[in-house]
């Protein structure tokens, strides 16, 4: 919720302050105009295109690196469903009567996963989560290697033990997935350039005795809600890109260890 009201904050800020730029850039440009009797752009068009460019440069870059963080923590639960799945058909190569227990403790296991999944970004439920995951991790590593072992067979072992090795690594990769997130420097400096560039944007209108409303509004708010979903890709689960749906794939996968 943090991250979401985060986004929306940024992105009024972003909105309003676009506005407020242009028309203070307006009213000085419009006084020179009046004053000098020229364009109040005129000569300054390589300058005015490089602070257009950097802006454009690091809004690609940023909605580029979102988009491919969100499909990382995308892969990454279908991933993890595959592997919980493969660790669970491993369980046919143990004795029978150890079997149960340990498809019950995988199911909570799994289930500790959903709620990790679904905490994110709420630090209390998400650590009670994680701690839970690894309880139910040492219980069942400890139960099948005791039982494999027991099976008398190394191949048995082997396929168990590192079937559980890659499920169990998933924890930590999400971790490292949420926290792969651009510094709050880059941010700071997107909305800095952004005004820049608004303020450039309405001096260069000050031979308008108006400033043309209806467009001024448009690239604002198309900053904003670029700004927006940039933001919310980023903190999937915050806002918007609910990654719910994805969730669903382990959802299911608990529905079918039967």
């Known amino acids: ?3 979401f009201a985060y986004a929306l904050t940024y992105s009024l800020g972003l909105f309003f302050g676009l506005l407020a730029c242009i028309k203070v850039g307006h009213i000085v440009g419009r006084r020179r105009h009046i004053r000098d009797g020229e364009p109040a752009d005129g000569g300054s068009g390589a300058i ?15 909605f580029s690196g979102a988009i491919t963080r969100y499909d990382m923590y995308r892969n990454l639960l279908v991933e993890e469903a595959s ?7 491993r369980l046919d190569l143990l004795p029978p009567t150890s079997q149960p227990a340990l498809r019950s403790l995988m199911r909570q296991y799994v289930q500790a996963r ?12 998400e650590n ?24 008398g067979s190394a191949a048995v072992l082997s396929q168990v033990s590192d ?15 949420q926290s792969g997130h651009p ?3 880059i941010s700071s400096l997107m909305f800095v350039l952004a005004m820049m560039a608004a303020l450039i944007a309405g001096y260069g209108m000050g031979s308008l005795h108006t400033m043309p409303l209806l467009r001024v509004m448009v690239f604002s ?4 809600i670029t700004m927006y979903v940039i933001i919310d890709m980023e903190y999937p689960g915050s806002g918007f890109f609910n990654p719910d749906s994805i969730e669903q794939i382990l959802v299911e996968t608990l529905k079918g260890m039967n």
Request: aromatic residues 12%.
């Open 1 to 3: 919720m943090i991250f």
């Open 128 to 151: 009670t989560a994680f701690a839970r995951g690894r309880e139910l991790q040492d219980e069942m590593w400890t139960k099948a290697m005791l039982v494999a072992k027991d099976s």
């Open 48 to 62: 005015d295109g490089a602070v257009y460019g950097l802006v454009g440069l690091l809004l690609a870059f940023s």
């Open 163 to 177: 079937s559980l090795d890659r499920m169990f690594d998933f924890p930590a990769r999400q971790h490292a997935a």
């Open 114 to 125: 959903i709620d990790a999944y679904r905490a994110i970004y709420d630090s209390h439920d």
């Open 183 to 185: 510094p709050a420097v």
């Open 221 to 224: 708010a198309a900053m904003a």
């Open 83 to 89: 592997a919980i799945t493969g660790s669970y058909a």
